[in-house]
């Protein structure tokens, strides 16, 4: 059993970054899949990003490619959004979940653990 902790959410301008942190319980850590997800009010969950377990590649949704970074820290059990250029459709909860093994998956049910979420804010 995982447990998978979010940390880094606020209220922030738009044009601002914010990066999200997510620290993981498990010591097999570096050998999962992290995905990042969000759900704004009233709206689906929708994938972020991944990093992969093993070769740490990464895969973004179209919406962030080149605002959104993802990396992580097998050392600290831990890995990262680095959001840039944020913009108010942007604002959503932010979750991290962990799937066993080196492929992503874009949708939520593929992923075995998630974390509880944290509040991101875009104001205009």
């Known amino acids: 059993q995982a447990q998978l902790v979010e940390s880094g959410g606020g209220l922030v301008q738009a044009g601002g970054s914010l990066r999200l942190s997510c620290a993981a319980s498990?010591?097999?850590?570096?050998?999962?899949?992290m995905g990042w997800f969000r759900q704004a009010s009233g709206k689906e969950r929708d994938f972020v990003g991944a990093i992969s377990g093993g070769t740490a590649g990464t895969y973004y949704a179209d919406s962030v490619k080149g605002r959104f970074t993802i990396s992580r820290d097998n050392a600290k059990n831990t890995v990262y959004l680095q959001m840039n250029s944020l913009k108010p459709e942007d604002t959503a909860v932010y979750y991290c979940?962990?799937?066993?093994?080196?492929?992503?998956?874009?949708?939520?049910?593929?992923?075995?653990?998630w974390g509880q979420g944290t509040q991101v804010t875009v104001s205009s």
């Open positions: 979940a962990a799937r066993a093994g080196t492929y992503y998956h874009t949708t939520p049910n593929k992923y075995d653990y």
């Open positions: 498990r010591r097999t850590f570096s050998s999962y899949t």
